[in-house]
């Protein structure tokens, strides 16, 4: 048991919100993750509407956003940052971490670990887009932990918009994704991972392509658990300090355009509850 | 003829440049056609590749950028501004015209007018982002100018990204252009506006869905034509005081994000010569 004032203060330090930022709606999928596997956590996600896709952006143009994005939710105390978003956690996840001294969670190397994991034969399959691919991040994070996996890309670069125009089991769909995922079938890969946080949505239509015997890696699951395992060990979980009594938190929501079509569009990716968004700016 | 001291005077002020801008690459099909119908013009593009695109952008976002692009532009000099985006002219170009003391032409009222003159049951068909469609900008120019036209309108926000994928004449782009346009076919109309820059490269898709009845409006040239008629009455045309024996004035290159990929799918809009785009910021 510990001492009544330290107690407080931890109370204190663990209510603080986690900070979740993506280019725009793709990351409500990890929030959604999160939400449920955390449901006492108070929540904050920032969906930079105003210069969404970061997909198809530079390096230098992606890390300058994302510094951006963060520091607008540092502002709310934070005590953890997810960087929902597959080229922000690409090209600026470096940047973030030496900047704060909180932690930092991005999405790729909770799904890289998640594959390796899965994988019998060795052989995986990464998607995402052109910048996520670009980068080689995914191919870093899987050798960094297993050099003997051999690892397969494929930038799809329709599937967001296909996601967003709500096109996820259409004729379209299973089109588009036959053409993108036609080599990856041949390469004989027993796990694919959806390195982009829009492609949860289209996983019926990918798994009709890929068929059975490919499992497919949902990132937004694997960075929740990571979230999950930061959290407890640094001590900082909020729910192992409360009464289980309580009701889940809601998260809140700001984007930096459209908050009508962030709610429009945003339902078909967070089921978890209304979402108003309020519109801000970030850009320094 | 002119007394040589105003001759000098007019050759100098004409010898600035035109300003040309746009969300992204989509634009050059709009410059294409100025430089080929004025190729004595010197012509100076920026493409706002850091914040693309607008078309799922709000009327304030897209007015501040095109503010924004368009303070840029004026530092070169310019004689004429073409805002070659149909959401920034949706949007944006009342602001613009009110901003500058230049002409300031877009690309929805040329298009309109095109229409008109070219629909024989005057019932026309209008295509474009979110964004545009939603501003109404197309309804109001064509009703501006007859009320007696019937004007129906879809937007159909996967046409940009197929034509940057490069997917303009295969079964993906011939399978979506039938999905969004089932409904304009069955509406009797004989004309077609393409109200996005990037729609003119798939043209012959659009065409293949619609038929041969219907008739295709590509805003670029008519745009051009525009260009043309506002320098003829305002004096301010290069070539009318010139030998007409230079070689064609070659276009500069502005980007705010990005330039190897400006380079790479700017191919595709732009075939009258390299593409080397600065990179630039233009950010307040």
């Known amino acids: 048991m510990l001492p009544p004032l330290l107690r407080l203060k931890l109370d204190f330090m663990n209510d603080r ?3 979740i930022f993506d280019s725009g709606i793709g990351g409500l999928t990890v929030l959604r993750e999160i939400t449920r596997l955390l449901p006492r956590e108070e929540t904050i996600y920032l969906g930079d509407t ?3 896709p970061y997909g198809n952006k ?6 300058r956003y994302s510094i951006e994005t963060a520091d607008f939710l540092l ?4 005590k953890l940052l997810v960087v929902a978003c597959n080229t922000a956690s690409a090209y600026a996840l470096g940047a973030l971490k030496e900047r704060l001294d909180i932690p930092v ?7 890289a670990k998640m594959a390796i994991a899965s994988t019998r034969v060795k052989r995986v399959g990464v998607i995402g887009t052109e910048g996520t691919m670009k980068s080689g991040a995914y191919f870093d994070a899987i050798k960094a932990v297993d050099p003997t996996v051999v690892v ?3 930038s799809c670069p329709l599937f967001v918009p296909l996601v967003e125009e709500g096109w996820t089991d259409n004729d379209a769909a299973l089109l588009t994704a036959g053409k993108y995922l036609v080599k990856l079938k041949g390469e004989g890969i027993d796990v694919l991972v959806l390195g982009c946080t829009h492609y949860p949505l289209l996983k019926r239509t990918i798994a009709k392509v890929m068929g059975e015997e490919v499992r497919l890696i949902d990132s937004a699951l694997a960075t929740a658990l990571e979230v999950e395992s930061v959290l407890k060990s640094t001590n900082l979980m909020r729910e192992e300090l409360r009464e289980k009594t ?3 938190a809601r998260p809140r929501f700001f984007v930096t355009d459209s908050p009508e079509r962030f709610t429009r569009v945003g339902k078909k990716f967070f089921n978890e509850g209304p979402i108003q968004a309020e519109l ?5």
């Open 17 to 19: 919100p986690i900070g």
């Open 50 to 52: 105003a210069r969404v």
């Open 58 to 63: 530079s390096r230098e143009t992606v890390t």
């Open 75 to 78: 502002k709310y105390d934070i």
């Open 105 to 111: 969670v991005g999405v790729i190397e909770p799904g």
């Open 152 to 154: 397969f890309m494929q």
């Open 246 to 248: 309580e009701t889940p």
């Open 280 to 284: 801000v700016s970030v850009e320094a």
